[in-house]
């Protein structure tokens, strides 16, 4: 048998009797997939999509055509492809929407979805501006329809383990959360040539242009703003921004590097800085709390514990020798306190093996859509960290403290 | 084995048709991927690169059985409890996997996790493990266990504890992910090798007729076994030198028989070009596994494109099996050379 053979015959679900037929998955009610904007990131929730059992994609949507060849490959069949995605949202074969679209094109397709009566899964910042942000919410809540925006660490299992520790109390009193997500990488897209009037570049690199990109600070700081405000309980009040560009001097008009504060009420802080030539720290997010810290990563969650804390005699130990500090067992008369940095280890949440939180996220939405539960990360979440991202957006060009607005209830306002 | 690509220096060089080779390195697959590449531009050259080695690292996360995160580590913790749904790119993996296990009845094999485990390849540990240790792996290791239903894209283990390895592939299919990047790009001359294992050469250097490699001989000597030219082709490679544990005196090789849950004794190293990346790289180790007599007949039915070079023996006796290896042979290396009847016999010689 060639190769050839040997596909078409693991494709032959007649072959009842066979191992290649016993593999097959129980049914479960189909959910069909319309997707606006199949760059990267689109792609790469198309293939978690796929993953989950009864997921189909009926048709995509990208001004850019090479796009339409790669999805074939990535789907493994011929998807209907369209440049216009009012033609997508007329398809009676969509039972859900995926948008992936550059951000700035945000409020627009949402918008016209939420129109649709679909449910949506909103890849994030939800819009650019403030305004877009603003309309968004309106639009959905208006129609009365589910969306899930695209924050997918509110779906692992160690960050929401994490978080539940936090909120219980288990480092006191949360009041910094120092983020960053660092890379070594021009961030750049190969653009084909020749590209006359760079409209190619534009729209390829669309990430690189302060028209079109919230930069660094909402293409990668969007989600741990998001973990800041649920960790804290609510968005941001004002925000303290400044960028530069260090390395890249390649006509891009957002900072390879960026560094914001944001102010949360009581005087807590989000600190976000993202830089494009180092890649040491990576991606993480410490929250350092009155007794104790977590430094929370893509794949796992650490806690540490602050000396006032681990000293303090405990209801079943109460003149215990034995100390736990900063997740180290220790005896009474040897402390690893001082100013060094801590090194050692801490203690790990356990939340069995680290899937992809994408996956993770992608399967409660199509659970909603199947009506099996409500979504987590709703629009009124991706609204406070999406207003705050637009807010940080210009705060960097200004360099000036500047206000988050909170959502106003048009409906209500009416 | 390091298969060696020669005949521009390291350093960046021009040429008449102001095209320049440019060389990047990245790190992934416990390995170092390196690309060269001619472009008339050099941030072009960077561009491109950078989206080569994102799509290896796309695939290493979608393949790695060190990721907890990774789509292969999902599937083999849910497919023995049930039919696990995948995405089209992983259902393609595993049949094209499948395919090879099945035309070389085992010699490949993707189950071979636990084996590699048990024997302390895993984690770089090396040692002979006991004999009820290995008979306890016997029902795990064996390409029927994985249960394909491509049309539904589900996967399931037929027994539990199946632990899928993708060592013997994943490489070549990353690769050939890759070059489809390099078309794209439109990227007409370009030479793509992730470490000393799978290679491909798109196209040729300007003024060539394509990429010159070097496949060096066994250890110590490492002087050139053989000398290809190669355009839109994968080269695989396969020896013991790299990953190997020595125990009572004794050499044990990283590369499994499936069938005797043992490392394969008696093969020095193999090379293969296919078109395919991903089909070179499963077929140097149906290679290796295989005795060259029977890797000629599967090469003869399943792969009667692919140029082979098999060397087998010990150090004071080894002969050399060719499948339509048509490029000059160092009779240093190969004192006894056997051809497959596709290849044209022609004396051993050096260039």
Sequence with gaps: MNRRAFLEAASLTALASSPLARAAAPAVKPVRLGVIGAGSRGQEDMRQFLRVPGVTISAICDIYPPRYAQVNRLAGAEIPATASYTDLLSRHDVDAVLIASPVSCHAEHVIAAARSGRPILGEKALGFTVEDNQKIVDEVLRAKILFQIGHEYRYAPWVKEAVRRICRGDIGKPTHVEACWNRNGDWRRAVPSPDPGQKLEHLINWRLYRETSGGLGTELGSHHIDLANWIFGEQPESVLGTHSICIYHDGRTVGDNVQSVFQYSGGRRLTFSSLTDNAKSGNQLWVYGTEGSVQITIEDATFFYEKKRSNQPTADKPISKTIVERGVVTGASYSTAGEMPYRGPGERVETGPAGDPTLDSIRSFVEAVRGEHGIDADVHVGFRSGVACSVAHDAVFSGNRTPIPKYRDSASLA | ?351
């Design chain 2, 1 to 351: 084995m390091l298969v060696l690509f020669s005949g521009v220096p390291a350093h960046a060089r021009r040429t008449p048709s102001a095209l320049t080779l440019y060389t990047f390195s990245h790190p992934a697959m416990a390995t170092t991927f390196t690309l060269y590449l001619y472009s008339n531009h050099a941030a072009r050259a960077a561009e491109v690169s950078n989206e080569v080695f994102e799509e290896i690292d796309r695939v290493e996360q979608l393949l790695s059985n060190y990721r907890d995160s990774s789509e292969l580590s999902r599937i083999n913790r849910n497919a023995a409890a049930g039919p696990v749904t995948t995405d089209a790119e992983t259902m393609d993996f595993l049949v094209q996997a499948q395919h090879w296990s099945q035309v070389s009845d085992g010699a490949f094999d993707l189950t071979v996790g636990s084996l590699m485990k048990v024997w302390g390849f895993y984690r770089h540990q090396g040692h002979v493990p006991p004999p009820a240790e290995l008979a306890s792996i016997r029902t795990v290791t064996g390409w029927q266990n994985i249960e394909l239903n491509a049309a539904e894209r589900t996967v399931r283990f037929a027994a539990p504890s199946v632990e899928l390895d993708p060592g013997g592939i994943g490489k070549g299919f990353a690769v050939d992910a890759a070059v489809r990047i390099l078309r794209a790009d439109q990227i007409s001359a370009a030479l793509l090798s992730a470490g000393s294992s799978t290679l491909y050469a798109l196209g040729a250097p300007p003024h060539r007729s394509g990429w010159r490699i070097v496949v060096p001989g066994p250890l110590p000597s490492h002087s050139t076994l053989s000398t290809l030219t190669l355009r839109d082709s994968s080269l695989s490679s396969a020896d013991c030198s790299q990953k190997n544990f020595v125990a009572d005196g004794h050499q044990y090789c990283h590369i499994m028989d499936p069938h005797t849950l043992q490392p394969v004794e008696g093969r020095i190293q193999v090379s293969i070009a296919d078109p395919s990346a991903t089909a070179s790289d499963a077929l140097s180790n149906v290679l290796f596994v295989q005795s060259p007599q029977q890797s000629l007949r599967t090469l003869a039915a399943y792969a009667p494109h692919a140029r082979a070079l098999i060397v087998s023996g010990a150090a004071n006796q080894v002969f050399c099996a060719l499948f339509r290896w048509d490029a000059p042979i160092d009779p240093q290396h190969c004192p006894l050379l056997q051809r497959s009847s596709q290849n044209t016999p022609r004396k051993p010689s050096m260039p």
